[in-house]
């Protein structure tokens, strides 16, 4: 269910009020730490994910919890029971940390958690996002949380090609979250773009024909959603990911040039999805793809090839390409052009496609 659009497109108010009605409307998303007021719990909570998914710090929350509900009664713990109960959840510098900081504020603070987000910020082992998100769930102060799926909801709404992971990218896109924060409401707004980017905005395959922003999301408009966020590390890393949707409309096919400074920066490609892992790729996943991300329900799939590998000087490049045939105008992709297919040849691309095109062809 899309929510109609009553403010000025493109505007902050824009963005913050949908997303504050879809978490009101949408969001079923359950942890049991939601709307917690206890900073306690919402420490315990923010330190078990850090470098661990959801998923599986569930669990260790619960544990937690139901064998010491207050910070007292961890802080007085033997080492080796907290430990224990820590145990598979790895980073265990995180588990110190937490030991240290519980015995400081219990036997240093009186048992009183600090309620400000200096005093959060200097506690051993907490950084900016999770002092930030102490601040604004257990006190309501008006700090924003910034973490990869914060990254990546701000990044392609508003089509910002600045890297994520430099510390001009970290201050400017905190500059924006701090903009975009409902100030009446902080941490219901904080909890509502970390879901909405678990949720709808996800990394590979986000499901845009259900977001209530796309209609003024710049990457949805301009194609790049599978190009934003930028992280400088995942330029350089040595194994990548990119399957190539081949886009045939009325005997023309869908090609974008690549900007961003990258590898084969200025050569042109198919339409590219980039993931962190491997995609099992099939004729039911494609569909479900393009119903959600594009919006497309009436496509054909011609073919799905085998995977291909190209090794560069630093990366291997694992692909594979994926040819639909469109039966309607391709509205949704406004950021490619078509090319008629006997043009192809006089278009630069990277060796990766050509030598795939030379072997499609023959």
């Not at 190539?244 to 096919?253: L, N, Q, R």
């Not at 920066?265 to 099939?282: D, H, K, M, P, R």
């Amino acid at each position: 269910m899309l929510i109609k659009n009553s403010l000025k497109p493109n505007s902050n108010a824009f963005f913050t009020e949908q997303l504050m009605l879809w978490d009101k409307k949408e969001n079923n998303r359950k942890m049991p730490w939601k709307g917690e007021k206890d900073p306690y719990k919402i420490w315990l909570s923010e330190v078990m994910l850090q470098q661990t998914r959801v998923e599986q710090g569930l669990d260790y929350y619960n544990k937690f919890i139901e064998t010491f509900p207050t910070i007292d009664l961890l802080a007085n713990a033997k080492d080796e029971s907290v430990f224990k109960l820590w145990e598979g959840l790895g980073y265990y510098s995180r588990c110190r940390n937490l030991l240290f900081t519980a015995r400081y504020i219990v036997f240093e603070l009186g048992g009183q958690f600090p309620d400000n987000y200096e005093s959060i910020l200097n506690l051993k082992g907490v950084g900016p996002y999770t002092a930030a998100a102490i601040t604004s769930f257990a006190f309501d102060y008006p700090y924003a949380v910034v973490d990869g799926n914060v990254f990546r909801v701000i990044a392609r709404y508003f089509g910002i090609e600045k890297p994520t992971d430099t510390n001009e990218g970290k201050k400017y896109f905190t500059a924006l979250a701090t903009k975009l924060l409902d100030q009446s409401q902080p941490g219901k707004y904080n909890q509502a773009i970390m879901d909405f980017g678990a949720t709808i905005c996800k990394p590979a395959l986000p499901l845009c024909n259900s977001c209530v922003l796309a209609s003024n999301c710049a990457a949805k408009i301009n194609s790049q959603v599978n190009q934003l966020p930028i992280k400088l590390k995942t330029i350089s890393r040595k194994k990548r990911w990119i399957y190539y949707m081949v886009f045939h409309y009325k005997g023309s096919i869908g090609i974008k040039q690549r900007m961003q400074k990258d590898i084969w920066q200025g050569l042109n490609e198919f339409y590219a999805i980039e993931a962190s892992a491997g995609l099992v790729w099939n004729e039911e996943t494609v569909n479900n793809w393009l119903q959600n991300q594009i919006g497309i329900s009436k496509a054909s799939v011609l073919s799905i090839s085998s995977v291909r590998t190209q090794q560069l000087t630093h990366q291997q490049i694992t692909s594979q390409f994926i040819h639909i045939q469109l039966t309607q105008s391709p509205k949704a992709l406004k950021g490619l052009i078509w090319i008629n297919e006997k043009e192809l040849k006089q278009f630069a691309f990277p060796r990766l496609i050509t030598a795939y095109m030379e072997t499609f062809n023959s």
